[in-house]
C-alpha cells in the first residue's frame, strides 16, 4: 500500500531516532500526497531515508509514531501490540486478579499506540480514542481486544465524543462495537466494589490511576477524620472507611458526582453513618471549615492546566488550594495532594506545594513522591507520559 510520505526538515529526525513517538507540524519539509486526517503516513529524512509510520493529524502533533519499522500496519500488527500491553499487565499481577477487576489495558504512548486508551471494567472494556487514526480503526481494535482478552472482556464500549479533535468532525458516536451490557454494572477494585457509568461519567468512567494511590491512602486512614476533596465517585472515601476512619466527608461540585459517591458507599458500607458527602465547590468549603476539623485531607482537583499556555495560573491554583489545606489541618495531619495536568512537571508542582506550605509557616516533611499507578506506564522516550504527580505529606 502507498502511503503519502511527511519528509522532515534537516536534523529534525534526531527526537525520532530517540524512538519519541510525536512528529510536530513545525518539523515538516513538505508532503508527498495528501494525507487526510487519521491516515497513516510514513515519515522521512530530508536524504529520503525511512524514519517510521504514524497517523496523520491537523494540529501541532502531525504524526503520532506507530512502528519505527516498515511494516504493514494489518489486524494482526494492533492485536499483537495490545497483546503485549494484556501480558504486561499479566505480569503485574493486576490482570486475572481476585480481588481488583479494574485496570487501564492501554495507555497510549505507554503502550506504544499514541492515541488509544482502553480501561477495562470487569467483562466490558471502554476504548477512547485521541485521534481520528484510532477512530477509523476502532472495530479493528475492539475484535482484538476481544480476541487477546480470550472470553474475560466480552463488551465494548466505545467513547470518543469527547476526546476526538473537536475540529475534526468525524462522526464520532458513543455506543457498544461488541455486545451490550446488560443490566447493573459494578466493577471491583482491591474487593471495593463500585457502579461505572461508562455512557455518562468521566473518562472512561472511572479514575483507575489512583488505585493504588488509594490503597495507601488506607493505611493512614484509622482513628482519623478525613476529608476527601474533589471525590468524584468517592474512590479514597471507601478505602479511608475501610482503613477505620472516624469520619469521611467527600465534597465534589458535581451533583452527580457526590450521588455515585453516595450510591458506592452503601454498596460497601451499608447505613454507615461514618460518611457525609457535600456537593460543593471546594475552596469555599476549605473557607468555611474550622481549623483542625481533620487529620487526613485528600486533594486531587481536576487538570488546573490542560495547556501551557495556562501553566502560571494552574500553578497559582495548585498553590492557593494547598495553602488552604496547610491552614486548616490539624497538627499531625497527613495531607495527600495531586495534579493531574501534564503541563506541569513534578518539580513545578512541588514547588507550587513548597511555596504554600512556606505561607502556612508550618512545619512539612514529605513522606512519599507518588505517581500513576503500573498499568498506566511511561514509555521511556516519551517522559511527557508522567502526567499524575502527587506528594503525602505529614503536617506537625
Ligand atoms: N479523586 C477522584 C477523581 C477526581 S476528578 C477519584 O479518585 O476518582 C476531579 C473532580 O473534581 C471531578 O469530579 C469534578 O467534578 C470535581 N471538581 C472540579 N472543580 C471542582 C471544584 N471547584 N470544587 C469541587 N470539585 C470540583
Not at 476526546?163 to 455486545?179: E, H, R
Not at 468512567?205 to 468517592?234: H, I, P, W
Not at 497538627?331 to 495532594?337: R, V
Request: aromatic share 12%.
Amino acid at each position: 500500500m502507498d502511503y503519502a510520505r511527511i519528509i522532515l526538515k534537516p536534523k529534525k529526525e534526531e527526537s525520532l531516532l530517540r524512538f519519541h513517538p510525536w512528529v510536530f507540524s513545525g518539523a515538516i519539509q513538505n508532503i508527498i500526497g495528501t494525507p487526510k486526517e487519521g491516515d497513516l503516513v510514513e515519515v522521512y529524512t530530508c536524504n529520503k531515508e525511512y524514519c517510521a509510520i504514524g497517523h496523520y493529524q491537523i494540529g501541532s502533533i502531525a504524526v503520532r509514531i506507530l512502528s519505527f519499522e516498515k511494516q504493514p500496519l494489518v489486524y494482526e500488527f494492533w492485536r499483537d501490540k495490545i497483546a503485549k500491553a494484556y501480558q504486561m499487565r499479566v505480569a503485574l499481577g493486576i490482570a486475572d486478579n481476585s480481588h481488583t477487576n479494574t485496570f487501564r489495558l492501554v495507555h497510549g504512548e505507554g503502550d506504544s499506540l499514541p492515541g488509544l486508551i482502553v480501561d477495562v471494567y470487569g467483562e466490558t472494556a471502554v476504548l477512547q480514542a485521541h485521534s481520528v487514526g484510532m477512530h477509523y480503526i476502532r472495530q479493528d481494535l475492539a475484535k482484538a481486544i476481544v480476541e487477546v482478552m480470550n472470553g474475560k472482556v466480552k463488551n465494548v464500549f466505545y467513547k470518543s465524543e469527547a476526546t476526538l479533535p473537536f475540529k475534526a468532525n468525524v462522526d464520532a458516536q458513543d455506543g457498544y462495537l461488541i455486545g451490550d451490557c446488560q443490566g447493573e454494572c459494578l466493577a471491583t477494585e482491591n474487593d471495593l466494589k463500585f457502579h461505572v457509568d461508562w455512557l455518562k461519567g468521566q473518562k472512561t468512567g472511572f479514575f483507575v490511576d489512583q488505585r493504588e494511590n488509594r490503597a495507601l491512602l488506607e493505611r493512614y486512614s484509622k482513628g482519623r477524620s478525613v476529608l476527601n476533596m474533589f471525590c468524584y465517585t468517592g474512590g479514597f472515601s471507601f478505602y479511608a472507611m475501610r482503613g477505620g476512619a472516624s469520619l469521611v466527608h467527600s465534597v465534589d461540585s458535581s451533583a452527580k458526582a457526590i450521588e455515585l459517591t453516595n450510591q458506592n458507599v452503601e454498596l460497601n458500607f451499608p447505613g454507615d453513618k461514618r460518611h457525609q458527602a457535600f456537593a460543593t465547590d471546594a475552596f469555599k468549603y476549605l473557607d468555611d471549615i474550622k481549623k483542625d476539623e481533620y487529620d487526613l485531607i485528600i486533594l486531587d482537583p481536576p487538570a488546573f492546566a490542560k495547556h501551557r499556555d495556562v501553566l502560571r495560573n494552574a500553578l497559582q491554583g495548585y498553590k492557593k488550594l494547598n495553602a488552604k489545606a496547610f491552614e486548616k489541618i490539624k497538627s499531625g495531619g497527613i495531607l495527600f495532594t495531586f495534579s493531574c495536568s501534564q503541563a506541569v512537571n513534578k518539580e513545578q508542582f512541588r514547588l507550587a506545594v513548597f511555596s504554600a506550605a512556606a505561607m502556612s509557616g508550618r512545619n512539612v516533611r514529605i513522606l512519599h513522591q507518588l505517581t500513576q499507578c503500573a498499568d498506566h506506564p511511561i514509555n521511556i522516550y516519551h517522559p511527557e507520559g508522567e502526567y499524575l504527580k502527587g506528594l503525602v505529606l505529614y503536617v506537625e
